[in-house]
């Protein structure tokens, strides 16, 4: 979304927010945590009392979440729940991403939540790397995941100039085969080189996928650990639906898709 199409949106939440009352149209960014305002209608109780839970003052008018807010009612690597639509300010979405804060949706928490399911999301790392042809499209996917509250370990490149996408290629894998990251992204101009190199590292099932079906299937049937997507080949929205189906999905583990991966994995030792 453009900054100027942002700022527009935002402006006109502000002026649909000014119209209510005058306790309804104080700013989100000025509101305080549950624990400290009891009658506030825009942050009340989660589920996990633990967390604020962010809800619109008035229906149709989305939820904006400001940096300000942020700073307020949540701690690093926390977790904020937000209760229907919402618009997250670009300076808040920097400090979600300096923070390591997750956004979740809290109609969807669970009642249930216990405390070592807080957020599933915290502790599932993925890793991911590009030479300069998929430079751009990295740190966009790190802008994403960071908000969909995965952490990221970014192994480079961090310029747009010319470099080797083996040397990227394959420290992400290491990362996945290490166990430091659960998934795996590498971006160059294809994805083929960064697959080819990616397979050289034990335990590395490294996939170029194209659309979400391959992205899908190479999870499902292959476990696929690593996906390899090329920038030259794919727009940036439907990179990021490839990626979205790629860590959504998970292996079926039924006997004869196992009994492949066994195959595969004992050809390594050879």
Known sequence: MEKEQMEKIISR???????GSEKESLPTNERTSSSTRSD???VASS??????????????VPVLVTEEYLRKVVQDNG???IQGRYIITPSAQDYIRKKNITIKIGDDVPQNWKQERKNPHIEQSIAIGS???GFALKEQLKSLLNIEGFRI????????ESCDYPDFAIAVAKKVSSGEAKLGIVIDSAGIGSAIAANKITDIRAAVCWDEVSAQQSRLHNDANVLCIGADNLAS???I????????TEFESVERYQRRIDKIKKAEER
């Open 241 to 248: 639906n490839v990626v979205k189906k790629f860590i959504s």
């Open 40 to 42: 506030d209608k825009s």
């Open 79 to 81: 977790v904020v729940l």
């Open 47 to 60: 589920p996990d009392k633990k967390f604020p839970l962010l809800k619109p003052i008035r229906q149709g």
């Open 131 to 133: 030479d300069h042809r």
């Open 237 to 239: 929205a439907k990179a």
């Open 153 to 160: 370990l970014d192994m480079g490149t961090d310029k747009p």
């Open 13 to 19: 939440v502000l002026d649909e927010l000014k119209q």
